[in-house]
């Protein structure tokens, strides 16, 4: 059997998605005897030269993980797009933006402002920011200049595959790992756009109890509960959990620590928007008991619960959603 | 990233979609219509059976394709001819509405309010004021500045 050739390249990323595929434990071993690694930096001593080297689409899978954060993020996906056969989109950042996408949303000030001077725990007096070239003893220093927005890979380049997740979990990469086999046997590959996850909301695979009618009275953190029920689903507790309106495939794994879904793996295929589609869900839950005795503030109140809509349910899909399109210059009166 | 607004002309005809309920506001409006009273033609009017079958998405892609204010009208409280359809209504716009103030859509685009099906008055005199107030305004979505698509 021939070796696929596999490049791992990152983007604007905590390398988490890495981590993700290193622990796949014992399984890992299966990985080496299917693949042969040409880049991968963060496990490997690859330098972007060696990507570069190749010849194009000598790389049979690439594999990119992360946002599109810098211009060296768009340069390195260009570049794995040309060498390789295959792009897959891993992991939510560069599936959605993911969480560095939550930069785009519209600030008063400048962010560079925001995060080098003016964040409460910065203590900066000489006002250093990171500049793209600076000289010091006439050699010139540089560094990749930042984008106004943090953007999904697809913005950039043609993505052929998508597995979400922050990490994707285990079990997604095992599904990955049986799609190289495939491929690697047949030569057989999934149709262009497929997403390597599952198909129904996470609500189909998590184990909790649902109750005929769900009804809470306000949103609470988890730490505030003071009796959790373990086997009880997390909404009628009053927990927010993105479950409803987020693509099964982790198996519930934190709905199984009685953590809310945080809606990491995103929309299913039918779905244009999570957070509006969530927004829908969860407002109808909300007192269904004993709306018909308040008052227009007694309801504005409950849903004032919620300080950050936007973070609370776009926390990693900002970046690919309708939302993010309305964008507005307008100043907020 | 910080973007510095440049107004450059206000919207001398702003386009507002209007969503009616079936049983109040849009009997409502066929009440203005008959008692002859004026109301704005800005208003781009599209009838659901009830208010709370609008779904957050109808409103962001509304404005997503050229509208600039989306007005959501529906029964008072307590007269929604399914029950409940309205208290659901009010609490899902209402979290849209903070939604869409974190990502800078000026809050006068964005009204929700209740109108029975015999206050056609009022319905002359919402959709006037609401015209009004866009009309203080730069265009939005496809012709201003705001929104991609």
């Known amino acids: ?333 | 990233m910080s973007k510095t607004s440049q107004v450059t002309e206000l919207n001398s005809n702003p386009n507002v979609v209007l969503f009616l309920c079936r049983w109040c506001s849009g009997k409502g409006a066929d009440l203005a219509g008959t008692s002859r009273l004026h109301y704005p033609t800005n208003v781009l009017p599209i009838m659901v059976n009830c208010s709370s079958r609008i779904d957050p998405q109808h409103v962001v892609e509304a404005f997503l394709e050229g509208a600039d204010g989306v007005l959501i009208t529906g029964c008072h409280f307590g007269d929604c001819h399914y029950k409940t359809g309205n208290y659901k209504t009010f609490r899902r716009m209402s979290l849209l509405s903070r939604l869409l103030k974190q990502v800078g859509v000026n809050p006068k685009r964005f009204r929700i309010t209740w109108i029975s099906a015999t206050e056609g008055s009022k319905f002359a005199k919402i959709t006037t004021e609401m015209v009004e107030d866009l009309k203080k305004l730069p265009p939005y979505g496809k012709n201003g500045k705001g929104g991609e698509s």
Not at chain 1, 148 to 172: K, Q, S
Not at chain 1, 311 to 316: A, S
């Open chain 1, 1 to 333: 059997m021939k070796k696929i050739n596999l490049a791992i390249a990152l983007g604007a990323t905590c390398a988490g998605c890495d981590v993700a595929i290193l622990d796949l434990n014992e399984k890992i071993l299966e990985v080496f005897d299917l693949v042969e690694f040409k880049f991968w930096p963060t496990a490997m001593d690859f330098k972007l030269d060696d990507l570069e080297k190749l010849k194009d689409k000598e790389v049979d899978v690439g594999i990119y993980h992360g946002a599109i954060r810098t211009t060296e993020d768009v340069k390195i996906a260009k570049i794995l797009r040309q060498k390789s056969k295959v792009v897959v989109a891993f992991g939510a950042c560069a599936n959605f933006g993911g969480i560095p996408s939550l930069a785009n949303m519209p600030y008063e000030q400048n962010m560079f402002d925001l995060v080098y001077k003016d964040v409460p725990s910065m203590d900066n007096p000489e006002n250093t920011v990171p500049l793209t070239s600076v000289k010091i003893d006439d050699v010139e220093l540089t560094l990749p200049g930042i984008l106004e927005n943090a953007d999904a890979l697809e913005e950039i380049i043609d993505v052929d595959y998508f597995v979400p997740g922050c990490p994707p979990m285990v079990p997604l990469i095992e599904q990955v790992i049986e799609v190289l086999k495939v491929f690697a046997k047949k030569g057989e590959l999934p149709p262009k756009g497929a997403v390597i996850a599952g198909t129904k909301t996470l609500c189909d695979e998590c184990g909790r109890t649902k109750p005929e009618k769900i009804s809470f009275k306000e949103f609470i953190s988890p730490q505030e509960v003071e009796e959790m029920d373990p086997d009880l689903c997390l909404l009628p507790q009053g927990i927010i959990c993105l479950g409803p309106a987020t693509r099964a495939g982790c198996d519930g794994l934190c709905t199984k620590m009685n953590v809310g879904c945080r809606g990491c793996l995103g929309p299913t295929d039918k779905v244009k928007d999570h957070g509006l589609k969530m927004i829908s869900a969860i407002t109808s839950l909300l007192e269904v008991d004993e709306e018909e005795e308040m008052t227009e503030e007694q309801l504005d109140k409950i849903v004032e619960k919620i300080p950050d809509p936007l973070g609370t349910f776009y926390r990693f899909t900002y970046g690919k959603s309708l939302i993010y399109k309305l964008h507005s210059e307008e100043k907020v009166i």
